[in-house]
Antibody
Framework: EVQLVESGGGLVQPGGSLRLSCAASGVTFSTYWMNWVRQAPGKGLEWVANIKQDGSQKYYVDSVKGRFTISRESAKNSLYLQMNSLRAEDTAVYFC???????????WGQGTLVTVSS | QSVLTQPPSVSAAPGQKVTISCYGSSSNIGNDYVYWYQQLPGTAPKLLIYEDNKRPSGIFDRFSGSRSGTSATLGITGLQTGDEADYYCATWDSSLSAYVFGTGTKVAVL
């Protein structure tokens, strides 16, 4: 069974940093693109970033470019999101997502809440 | 502001049909497959339709998708109370080099 478990969220002051982690199990992690998606309280979904299997390609939504860095470590079956220069508008639940084979469905973590506030 | 526009809400009685539209442009829907996600209250999203009109295993055939030009549509037939959720379209936008979600549509069963 595929499981994704996020961690690392919490309360941080504006301008601060956080590193989110997503631990994957039950899947050959290194085989697939991985995504971070966020959802601000009461708002819709927003894709944040994704990363290719070998980490050679990364894409970001404009609002986080230069501030967030996505990375992965296959040896630990883990995905990361380093978030710097955090702003109030980054407050959201952050989900990691994996879609190995669309015909078989996709997988999401339970989400981790990031709150940026003074 | 999302580049994909959906109606904020749709509703119908149990057993009826609803359709949800998703409007984009030539750089997104007009250029790539559309995906649809269902998000039940308090849960993570779930892939409902992929590559415009395909259903992952385990998704009932009451859900269907289509794409034409720069718009896409999700249809739900035989509406059930368990279908009350938020629904999002999504696709890759080649101009933004980013995956984009629609604004989301809340489905209510009257």
């Amino acid at each position: 069974e595929v499981q994704l478990v996020e961690s690392g969220g919490g309360l941080v002051q504006p301008g601060g940093s956080l590193r989110l982690s997503c631990a994957a199990s039950g899947v050959t992690f290194s085989t697939y693109w991985m995504n971070w998606v966020r959802q601000a309280p009461g708002k819709g979904l927003e894709w944040v970033a994704n990363i290719k299997q070998d980490g050679s390609q990364k894409y970001y939504v404009d609002s986080v470019k230069g501030r967030f860095t996505i990375s992965r470590e296959s040896a630990k079956n883990s995905l990361y999101l380093q978030m710097n220069s955090l702003r109030a508008e980054d407050t959201a639940v952050y989900f990691c997502n994996l879609t190995p084979i669309p015909a078989a469905g996709d997988f999401w973590g339970q989400g981790t809440l990031v709150t940026v506030s003074s | 502001q999302s580049v994909l526009t959906q109606p904020p809400s749709v509703s119908a009685a149990p057993g009826q049909k609803v359709t949800i539209s998703c409007y984009g442009s030539s750089s997104n829907i007009g250029n790539d497959y559309v995906y649809w996600y269902q998000q039940l209250p308090g849960t993570a999203p779930k892939l409902l339709i992929y590559e415009d009109n395909k259903r992952p295993s385990g998704i009932f055939d009451r859900f269907s998708g289509s794409r034409s030009g720069t718009s896409a549509t999700l249809g739900i037939t035989g509406l059930q109370t368990g279908d009350e959720a938020d629904y999002y379209c999504a696709t890759w936008d080649s101009s933004l080099s980013a995956y984009v979600f629609g604004t989301g549509t809340k489905v209510a069963v009257l």
